[in-house]
Every structure is written in structure tokens, then in C-alpha cells.
């Protein structure tokens, strides 16, 4: 059952914005903003992990939540403050393409293309759903999703690295997952998470185009049922 809390996080009231609350502490909880759209998406996390807007502009969903509008060529900047090394954490966001498919975009990842150490969450040039960890060896773990993203559908995307399996999420089931017992941290050379493009500071590519909304970044594996509950409380905010 979906508590009122959950209803509406990203709602305006009389009394104030209303927000869900993750099951787990977080470095990072940017669910949409609760004073004048700016350029700053706000970090409830208690981190102060607030992401620098690059472009990207508010639009309120039919439902009432906040997203960020991206048109493939804008990217927020979340800084290097939650670097994961070889530990444990779950990045969740829901995301709806509106750009044509067929090329890679990348949702949230700390991938600059320095060196071999990268994680990201993505799709590809098939539109398919990945969660990556690589080392700075070049050890990777990848995961697939069965689901295609499709073009104007709203997805809960998410990926966990539990020691070193790495398992892609989509709509709170767990579709894939891979082990690499050799991978190492995959903190990036900047250390730098971007959401809707790569970290590439030389070359910024793979923009995402359409909209994102409730990013987070826990130092937790999420567990499966945790996942799908996520989901399921906050799937009405997006009419899925």
C-alpha cells in the first residue's frame, strides 16, 4: 500500500512539497525541486550532492512531479562527492525517451573515457538497458536488460553492485545480472557523476534526450524486494 507520503514527492501544497523517503541512506536524492526552477537540482540526501543543471529545463509531469527536460545536448552535473570504489551501491532514476533510438545515451554514469575505471547506467545503439563496472585492469562486469526502451515510455531504471555482481533493474525486476570476482573500483579518473550525457570533458557524448526524474545514489546494495518496492510506490507519479 502506497503511504500519502509517497503519493506526491514532488507535488506543491499549501504546506510544502512532499517527498518519498528511500529505504536506505543515500549520497544522493534529487527528486525535483521544492522552490523556483533553477539551475540547480537539489540533493535531499543531507549530502549536499546538488547537481549543476547544464541546459536541461524543469517541466511539470501531468501528474504533478517535477522531471528535467533534456533535448540531447544538455547533462547535470552531480560532482564527485559518493565515489564507489569496490563497494557496494544501487543508482535508480526514472527516465522517458523522446529522441529517436538507435544510439547510446547515457542516463547516470561516471564514465570520462581517461582511463579504464568507469560505472555507468545506459542504453545502447540496440536500446537495451545496461549497468557496467569496469577497473582500472580493464575487468568488467555488464548487464543486460531484456526490455527495449521505447520511445515517449516512462521506465524505473536501476542498477546494484552486490560484491561484484552486477545486476540491471527495469520497473523493479531484476532482468540480468553478472559476476566478475577480479573488479575493482570503478571510481573514474574526475570522479564525476553526470546524468544524461557521458563524462567525457573533451568530448561530451552519448546525451540522453526526453526526460529524468527521482535520481539516486545509495552505498547500499538494494535488495530485490527493496527494488520493487520502489517501484511500485512511485510508479503513480508517471501514470505506469
Not at 122 to 150: E, H, N, P, Q, W
Not at 194 to 220: E, T, V, Y
Request: proline letters at 3%; one cysteine or more; a neutral charge.
Amino acid at each position: 500500500m502506497i503511504s500519502s507520503a509517497m503519493k506526491s514527492p514532488a507535488l506543491r501544497f499549501a504546506g510544502g512539497v512532499r517527498f518519498p523517503t528511500p529505504y536506505t541512506s543515500c549520497k544522493l536524492w534529487a527528486p525535483g525541486q521544492d522552490d523556483a526552477p533553477s539551475t540547480t537540482i537539489r540533493d535531499k540526501s543531507g549530502n549536499n550532492n546538488n547537481g549543476t543543471i547544464n541546459g536541461a529545463t524543469w517541466v511539470k509531469w501531468n501528474t504533478g512531479t517535477w522531471t528535467l527536460d533534456l533535448d540531447g545536448n544538455d547533462w547535470v552535473n552531480f560532482g564527485s562527492g559518493f565515489p564507489p570504489g569496490s563497494a557496494d551501491f544501487t543508482v535508480l532514476l526514472w527516465i522517458r525517451m523522446e529522441g529517436a533510438g538507435g544510439t547510446a545515451a547515457h542516463f547516470f554514469s561516471e564514465y570520462d573515457n581517461v582511463a579504464n575505471n568507469i560505472n555507468a547506467i545506459y542504453k545502447d545503439a540496440t536500446d537495451k538497458f545496461l549497468f557496467v563496472g569496469r577497473d582500472s585492469g580493464a575487468d568488467v562486469a555488464s548487464a543486460t536488460s531484456i526490455t527495449t526502451c521505447l520511445q515517449n515510455v516512462w521506465y524505473c531504471v536501476g542498477g546494484t553492485r552486490s560484491v561484484n555482481t552486477f545486476s540491471i533493474y527495469v520497473y523493479g525486476v531484476s532482468e540480468a545480472s553478472t559476476t566478475n570476482n577480479l573488479v575493482g573500483s570503478v571510481t573514474s579518473t574526475t570522479g564525476v557523476y553526470i546524468m544524461g550525457a557521458d563524462n567525457n570533458q573533451a568530448a561530451r557524448s552519448a546525451f540522453f534526450n526526453g526526460k529524468m526524474a527521482l535520481a539516486l545514489w545509495a552505498p547500499s546494495a538494494w535488495s530485490s524486494s527493496q527494488m520493487a518496492g520502489w517501484y511500485q510506490q512511485t510508479r503513480v507519479l508517471f501514470g505506469v
